[in-house]
Each structure stands twice: as structure tokens, then as C-alpha cells.
């Protein structure tokens, strides 16, 4: 039997590679003799970093810059052995994970550090840059990291305005002059954790970020007039999918950095070759911390479950929080970690224990299934040598 193993990160618990890990440990206690191949994956969100580094090579950084309240912070980033690439990841500078649940004021913070980790790769040569936008706890449309790199945000008198939303309610234009010449030559690829279009990402992610049902008009009002700029300086963003990533910054970075943006989880499927992997594969698991709707806006497990569905392998869906609302076509079923009434702090201790036990757990019934009925009587051991967790 050939096991693919294709999980995302579980936020705030582990790395998609130790994911991967534990998931493992459980196959192969299930069934020992099974082929198990390894694909840890991202979309752009927490833990792209580590991914893409397994994935490309490249030799961690490690740089001081601020987070989305202007404070010091070490934020990593990788840049290859040849130093032309660099990978970076927004959440480590500009991530909601840098804020404690009474910082959250999308009004008050922006995306700085992430121009910041920009401007450092561009200082040690780098010519491309392959940023992951997901997992922000932040919504400027990438005004602080435009800011960072030479851009200034004015008034209609001319004044210079803070680059947070709060600063940019009189916004009357986006001044270039100043852009850090080096962008003109550098590849960016920003790789965007969801499809969200730049009108919808306030209704949808703004109250994770803290954002009060009474800021949500200054925030919406706040994007519609980057994209309003960003029409003039003739690279509409508006209404379209992808560009409200990342608090809308994927938007930002593509009208006034000369960014690209393309689909996080469907570019890291291809880089780590998922669909060669699935070939002749019985059974592929997947999975990340918490699933619910917005996991399926062409997020990673909706990316695993449609490259399995074309290469019709069953898939099986793992997740710290499960929704009853994650129906998806290819999926055969959904498991939940938790075992019961616990603390968040507790549940995440016991995560990669729990994956393990049920990774042993999934890959045992699916062996099941495929026994005859007569074996399946003459060994009943197997299908109840432990339970579920």
C-alpha cells in the first residue's frame, strides 16, 4: 500500500514537515510494510518558510525588523546558496501569531516588517523573491511595506500620512518617486493563502484581526481607494481573486511593486511534485490545523483534494477544529484531533501525538476495507488493535 502524506502546517502547534512526521509514525505502526512518501506543503500562510526551504535549498537569515505595532522583532527568511533567491514569509514579520489577542486593531497596525524582510533580501543580492502572504494579522493593502521601500502615501494637500489604515482615511494618492530602484529589477512572486477578492477581505477576515463591526466601513472604504490608485497607475486590482490576501497586501505589492500573484497552495503542489507523487498511491492524507469554509476557497486541502481526485486516490482530511461545513468532492472522510472537553493550550501539546495515533487510526480502517470479507473474519486483530484516540 502507497501513502501519500500532503499536510499543511497546524498553526501555533507544528511545521507542515513535522506534520508530516508524525503522520508517518502513525502509517507505519498501521501498517508497517506500507510505501510512505513524504510531501509537507503550504499556501503561503504559517510555515511556507519552512516548506519552501525542504523544497528549493537555501540557507536561513535571521533580521530584526518591526511587527504590525512597530515593535522589534527577528523575523527569518531564506536566501539560496547561489543568492539570487530569496524566500520570505509575511507572518514572520507581519503575522497575526506577532500579536496578542488585545494588539488587534487592524486600524493601528501594518505590514512594515514585510517591506523591511523585502529590503533586506534585496541588500544581500537577491533577484527573486518568492513571498508567502497568508496568515497576517494585519489588512493595509501593503501600505506599510510599500512605505518600507521608498513609497509615501499622501493627502490632497500633499501631506505625508502614516502608512496604517487609521493614517489613510484622506488618502489622495500614492507617491513613487521614492521607490526603491531595485524592485524595477527583481522578480517578485507573492504566493497568496486564499482567493479572496480585495472587496471581500474586511467581511471575512476582519474580526480574526480584531477588526470592530464599527471599523469595518473605514477598512472597506480604506481598499477601495488603493484599488482606486491602483487602477490609475494601471494595474487594476478590484474585483478580482487573490489580491485580497494578506490583508489585501498580495493587491498592493502586485499595482506598485511590479509583484505577480499566484495561488500559495497550488504553486507549493507543484514545486514538491504532489501530482507525480499520487501516481499508483492508495490512499493520500492531508490536513491542517483548523478547516471550515475558508478552507476550501482554493486553499491547500481543497488543492490536495482536487490533484487526488484526478488521480483517483481516496483522500482522508485531518484538522485540529473541524467544520461541519468541509464537504469536498474526493474526500472519503474528516477526522478531528481532539478527544474531548480540554483547554486550547492542552489540545496543542497533544497534537502530534494525536496525529500519529489518527494517522494508525485511518490507515487501519482503510486496510480493512480493501481485506476480503473471508480474511477480514480470519484476522479480526487487525482491525481493532487499538482504538480511536
Not at 123 to 138: C, E, N, P, Y
Not at 205 to 211: D, E, I, L, R
Amino acid at each position: 500500500m502507497k501513502v501519500v502524506l500532503a499536510p499543511n502546517s497546524f498553526r501555533d502547534a507544528l511545521m507542515a514537515p513535522q506534520v508530516a512526521a508524525a503522520m508517518a509514525a502513525g502509517v507505519r505502526r498501521g501498517a508497517p510494510r506500507a510505501d510512505v512518501v513524504s510531501v509537507p506543503l503550504a499556501d503561503g500562510g504559517d510555515g511556507t518558510l519552512e516548506v519552501l526551504m525542504k523544497l528549493l535549498g537555501g540557507r536561513l537569515q535571521r533580521t530584526t525588523v518591526v511587527d504590525p505595532r512597530r515593535r522589534p522583532v527577528e523575523a527569518r527568511w531564506a536566501l539560496s546558496d547561489d543568492g539570487t533567491t530569496a524566500i520570505l514569509e509575511m507572518a514572520e514579520a507581519s503575522g497575526l501569531r506577532r500579536l496578542a489577542p488585545e494588539d488587534r486593531d487592524p486600524l493601528q497596525v501594518d505590514t512594515g516588517g514585510t517591506g523591511e524582510l523585502i529590503r533586506a533580501a534585496l541588500d544581500q543580492g537577491a533577484r527573486k523573491i518568492v513571498l508567502g502572504a497568508g496568515g497576517s494579522g494585519t489588512i493595509d493593502g501593503g501600505a506599510g511595506a510599500l512605505a518600507a521601500l521608498g513609497a509615501v502615501f499622501r493627502d490632497a494637500a500633499g501631506n505625508a500620512l502614516p502608512p496604517h489604515p487609521a493614517g489613510l482615511d484622506e488618502l489622495a494618492a500614492i507617491d513613487l518617486a521614492d521607490l526603491d530602484p531595485r524592485l524595477a529589477e527583481t522578480e517578485i512572486t507573492v504566493l497568496a493563502d486564499v482567493s479572496t477578492q480585495v472587496e471581500r477581505h474586511v467581511a471575512v477576515y476582519g474580526p480574526q484581526k480584531g477588526a470592530r463591526p464599527e471599523d469595518h466601513s473605514a477598512l472597506e472604504a480604506n481598499l477601495l481607494r488603493l484599488a482606486e490608485l491602483a487602477e490609475h497607475h494601471g494595474h487594476p486590482i478590484a474585483d478580482r481573486p487573490w489580491y485580497g490576501a494578506a490583508g489585501c497586501m498580495a493587491g498592493g505589492l502586485a499595482a506598485f511593486a511590479g509583484a505577480r500573484v499566484l495561488a500559495g497552495g497550488k504553486e507549493v503542489a507543484r514545486l514538491g511534485k504532489l501530482d507525480e507523487h499520487l501516481r499508483g498511491a492508495d490512499l493520500v492524507l492531508s490536513g491542517e490545523g483548523r478547516m471550515d469554509a475558508s478552507s476550501f476557497e482554493d486553499k491547500l486541502p481543497s488543492v490536495v483534494a482536487g490533484l487526488a481526485q484526478r488521480a483517483g486516490v481516496p483522500l482522508a482530511l485531518v484538522a485540529g477544529h473541524l467544520s461541519h461545513e468541509t464537504a469536498l468532492s474526493g474526500v472519503v472522510a474528516s477526522f478531528a484531533l481532539s478527544a474531548g472537553p480540554e483547554s486550547l493550550e492542552q489540545a496543542l501539546a497533544r497534537t502530534g501525538e494525536r496525529l500519529e495515533q489518527v494517522s494508525e487510526q485511518i490507515v487501519r480502517l482503510f486496510a480493512a476495507a480493501r481485506l476480503p470479507a473471508a480474511e477480514a473474519a480470519i484476522h479480526p486483530a487487525r482491525l481493532s488493535r487499538r482504538s480511536a484516540p
